[in-house]
């Protein structure tokens, strides 16, 4: 069980502030998210897009603007539990019992869920016989490739995954390559590296089709891909491969006792917090009268909810308003000398 | 103001007013009619907005933009008259368009 002040869901631009605003008072926080780096949003959907409404900040990307608050955040050192998605959250006593898919727990007076709207998950295939072979033989990502050695495997989709992992089985497996287009958003070189690999009989190309059906019992024998045409093809496979992107999907949060509505959280404007006490929502994922989805809101939703951790994390202190500018007891935090 | 139609998965009906200049999206949402979510909120960055345009509607829309076709390639069943409906801007040439949504968006 790991204990800490406050727990933050959520490593976007808002839960990167609100870490740093609760260091700044004096309380350690650890961050967990469901992806693989830290920024969220404008790291997952919009790492190249300029963003132009960042006070003091003319143009950024969102690339750039999580860099720029992992940077702030450089002089305290900062706990992440990325790939993680929380998955319980438990009241015990005055403590939050939290709890991970990977297992881990945590124990902490605040939860600040800066979720956004959700954590992002692989989409998926959408003819409902595909769950029963999830995880087996119908899979989002690749852990291990040695098992498709010698096998066929169907992948599907147009992006970067998709043509690199043809690529790359095609070495030592049957590839087909679907994709509902002739167009393929990939790496220009991957494009015609797989158009090469067609052509010599290494990749078998199947473009204009979309998987319609998955067939067997107990293991998975074939799939059907369909045309815009309605031409259906049957092929032998034993594995699917599905690379759609992410999708952003609220899962776990639903089931923690909170006042939701239309995927956003019920809060108050003073503490940013939910009808549960210790539990806080922040950023695009809070809801109360007026709410902008604006980056700028959620720093400042960040900034109060951290005050209010106080009052919980450390009970028989009062908490001190101060400024950066002028507090020695804040630039002892920084590490900055006077 | 031009008249827009949403058709559920279900069947059921909704024609509601939109303003010019927002976009098919919008329109949804701001009068809550089931079927869009458009999680990112109109930057065509999720494909949660996806609809399906009749096709003589459909040709009469101005051409999609780059990346939308992008997009459509990870929305939930995309068809050949697939659209984002954050990208379609409500005009009154769009009067009485009629856009059907998909079963689901994820």
């Known amino acids: 069980m790991i204990k800490t002040d406050a727990l933050i869901i959520g490593a976007g631009p808002t839960g990167l502030f609100t870490a740093h605003q609760l260091k700044l008072i004096g309380l ?27 006070p003091a900040i003319p143009e950024c990307t969102g690339e750039e603007l ?4 992992i940077n702030q955040l450089k002089p305290f050192n900062i706990k992440f539990h990325l790939s993680e998605r929380v998955d319980e959250v438990k009241k015990n006593n005055s403590n939050w019992e939290v709890k991970t898919n990977k297992g ?10 800066a979720g956004g709207v959700g954590s992002f998950e692989p989409r998926k295939f959408s003819p409902k016989e595909c769950e029963k072979f999830e995880n087996k033989s119908i899979l989002y990502s690749v852990k291990d490739k040695t098992i498709f050695k010698g096998k066929t495997v169907s992948i599907f989709g147009g992006g970067d995954s998709a043509l690199d992992w043809a690529i790359e089985l095609s070495k030592n497996s049957n590839v087909n390559l679907i994709h509902r287009r002739d167009e393929f958003r990939g790496a220009q070189h991957s494009v015609d590296k797989v158009h090469e690999l067609n052509k010599n009989g290494k990749i078998n190309l199947l473009t204009k089709f979309q998987l319609k059906m998955v067939n067997g019992t107990d293991k998975l024998e074939s799939i059907e891909i369909e045309s815009d045409d309605k031409e259906i093809k049957k092929l032998e496979t034993d ?24 995927k956003t959280v019920a809060v108050d404007t003073e503490k940013f917090e939910t009808n549960q006490k210790g539990i806080y929502a922040v950023g695009d994922i809070c809801t109360y009268p007026g709410k902008l989805k604006l980056i700028l809101s959620g720093f400042h939703e960040g900034a109060l909810a951290a005050r209010a951790c106080f009052k919980l994390a450390r009970p028989n202190e009062k908490y001190r308003f101060e400024f950066t500018t002028s507090s020695k007891t804040i630039k002892n935090r920084l590490g900055v000398k006077e | 103001m031009p008249k827009i139609t949403y058709i559920e998965h279900n069947g059921k009906n909704h024609t509601i007013e939109v303003a010019n200049g ?46 939308e076709e992008d997009m459509l390639d990870m929305a939930f069943e995309p068809k050949k008259n697939s659209r984002l409906s954050c990208q379609i801007m409500v005009s009154d040439e769009l009067d009485g368009l009629e856009v059907n949504l998909p079963e689901k968006q994820v």
């Open chain 1, 28 to 54: 350690d926080c650890i961050i967990v998210d469901n992806l693989d780096k830290i920024g969220g949003q404008c790291i997952e959907l919009y790492p190249d897009k300029p963003i132009y409404d960042i």
């Open chain 1, 66 to 69: 999580t860099n720029n608050l």
């Open chain 1, 239 to 262: 594995y699917i491969l599905g690379f759609f992107g992410l999708i952003m999907q609220l899962g776990p949060i639903a089931e923690w006792g909170l006042n939701i509505d239309k």
């Open chain 2, 22 to 67: 927002l976009s098919v999206m919008e329109g949804a949402v701001q009068n809550n009619i089931p079927g869009i979510d458009a999680d990112c909120g109109g930057s065509m960055a999720c494909a949660t907005c996806h609809v399906y345009v009749k096709e003589d509607w459909f040709n009469k829309l101005p051409k999609k933009e780059d990346g």
């Open chain 1, 104 to 113: 881990t727990k945590f124990s902490t007076p605040n939860v600040i869920i």
